[in-house]
């Protein structure tokens, strides 16, 4: 085991698997002479060249269109959005395109990229940068959808997404880049899609959420500690593929449920989990499934962000009326 | 309603509407290729009548006429090699689909809905037809970039129109190929319509051709119902291409003759006598005027074509209505490499004919 920080554990999975595999080819904003916004591929332009960690013009369309067909040509291209707030400029060629091309041509085109991007609030960006927009793409067929929490998951599962020949979008924890740092196994480490983690056992309610929601799930669930309130703790990890059989269970076990995301309420991919538990789980259920989300509003501007921005205390409060019915 | 905007700067041509060259003008394809580039003009003609009369029997569905297009469309993808090259299509370039391996019963099945339409065989250096306008230009950039990057000295060709020129991912794709020196050959086919919009309603410019400067590299407009201009350009292009010089922008100045689509209705938008003057700048008619004049072409042998690409057609016909219809596991076929539960569990509903409707 090595401690790391996701920023760490996501860089040296990168160069790891760009060592074993020469077809990969990383392109992006920033991503080569700096290392990127974020330093997520510092060093990775110095050691694999400028030939394979590309500096690309500031044009998310053909940051993800030119990755359609680098894989045509053969290549695995890893393309990074510098935010998934700037995502919807290249929408189009996720959803329309990338998702789709191994449908439409029959199998001949798979494309085996994974595109990262950063994505969720809290470090105080400037504005349009930090939105929670996974439910969207959650909602594209073709594409798998991936967000960790923990730096042993993501290189786990970014491991697993880049040999994965289906699309993944691979949604990295803004606020949580470097917030802990974790025991990642060293050397081969792969963590399979549409496996929910056991964050933390529980009896009274579950709490359910994904990327650095999580953090907040779990800061909540110490709080409730306090008040005599045991919650279980799942991370998704993969909202697409789904584990629908670990969310059952993990709901089965206490009887309730309450999902927090950073996303807008309405239409959020908690609305997804909810109407998945309801199914799976419905006779276990003592109370209805709550959701703690941001509002129904624009992501706002940075000094108000955290009152959007589910905090424990709201979560608190969501377990606490939760605990209360039925 | 106007011709097509003639700017300024006259579209450079080869062949007159009379059929005749410039003398001293020596054709760079000989008479085998001058022969097999009439052949695939004419076939497209052929597939465009019997196709447009399939479509009104209910035969065929919604598709686009290439009519008019002929020479812009042969002229430019008998620039590559087939074995080594590749197209990423638009819409409107069957023959450039055929001259890469493509077939005339893959083409009806496309029209007629059924998804084998869209599967290239392999080792046919064709992207599938692209229907959401523009997307295909930076994946053709991107090809051809990683084609470069793995060593290959193969040239990719992309087709857009005049309308696809105002979309964000061409002025993307454009100058990522730039920054790249991307071997690729942009050919907008300049037709003058985008379904009723006219070319005065894209663009303030007087050509297409002028962008490539901002792009950094050339662009050339060429008379598109001129087979020797379009081809003698695109060589150039893919010369350059393939020397490791990067893109070049194409602007191909046809006129659509047809419709839009199928769907379209043009006496709604197109003077009746403009339609009329256009007709007399038929670049297929232009070609047989010269291949008749080169003597590679006179009444018997044109009849005995004519039979030959109607059997031909037919033949296509034949075998796409006999092709077996689509089944409902192909709603789930190739969709993911390793298909989710809940995505596997709503197969096995689907293939059972099972109702329900949670999943």
Known sequence: MTEMNIVEAINSTLAAEMEREERIILLGQDIGRVGGVFRVTEGLFERFGAARVVDMPLAEGAIIGSSVGLAVSGLIPIPELQFLGFGSQAFHQIEGQVARMRFRSQGRYAMPMVIRAPFGGGVRTPEMHSDAHEARYAHVPGLKVVAPATAADAKGLLTTAIRDEDPVLFLEPLGGYRLQRDDVPEGEHTVPFGQVRRVREGSDITLIAWSTAVRVALHAADLAAEEGISCAVIDVRTLVPLDEVGLAEAVGRTGRALIVHEAPYSGGFGAEVAATVQQEAFWTLQAPIRRVTAYDTPYPIASIEQLYIPSAERVLEGIRLGIGEA | ?359
């Open chain 2, 1 to 359: 309603m106007s011709l097509v905007e003639a700017g300024p700067e006259q579209p450079h041509t080869i062949l007159a509407p009379d059929g005749t060259v410039p003398t001293g003008y020596e054709s760079p394809l000989d008479d085998a290729a001058l022969l097999y580039a009439y052949r695939l003009m004419k076939l497209t003609r052929v597939f465009d009548t019997r196709a447009f009369n399939l479509q009104r029997q209910g035969r065929l569905g919604t598709f686009s006429q290439v009519t008019g297009q002929e020479a812009s469309v042969v002229g430019s993808a008998l620039a590559l090699e087939p074995a080594r090259d590749w197209v990423v299509p638009q819409y409107r370039e069957l023959p450039a689909m055929l001259h890469m391996g493509y077939t005339l019963t893959r083409a009806l099945l496309y029209f007629r809905g059924n998804p084998a339409g869209n599967a290239m065989p392999e080792r046919v250096n064709l992207m599938p037809i692209q229907i959401s306008l523009g997307t295909q230009v930076p994946h053709a950039v991107g090809l051809a970039w990683g084609l470069a990057h793995q060593g290959s000295d193969a040239v990719v060709m992309t087709y857009f129109g005049d309308g696809t020129s105002s979309e964000g991912d061409i002025h993307e794709a454009m100058n990522l190929a730039g920054v790249r020196r991307a071997p690729v050959v942009f050919v907008l086919q300049n037709n003058g319509w985008a379904i009723s919009t006219p070319v005065s309603s894209q663009t303030a410019a007087s050509t297409f051709a002028s962008r490539a400067a901002g792009y950094g590299f050339p662009g050339e407009l060429v008379d598109g119902n001129d087979f020797f201009a379009v081809h003698e350009a695109c060589a150039r292009a893919v010369a350059r291409a393939r020397e490791g010089a990067g893109p070049t922008l194409i602007e191909s100045r046809a006129y659509r003759l047809g419709a839009h689509n199928t769907a379209d209705d043009p006496t709604r938008y197109v003077d009746e006598t403009v339609e009329a003057e256009r007709w007399k700048l038929d670049p297929l008619l232009r070609m047989q005027r010269y291949m008749v004049a080169r003597g590679l072409l006179d009444e018997n042998t044109e009849a005995a074509l004519d039979a030959e690409l109607t059997a031909e057609m037919e033949a296509a016909v034949v075998e796409a209505e006999a092709y077996p219809p689509p089944h409902v596991g192909q709603i789930f076929d190739h969709v993911y490499a390793s298909e989710p539960p809940r995505v596997a569990r709503q197969r096995r509903a689907a293939e059972a004919g099972a109702g329900g409707g949670d999943d």
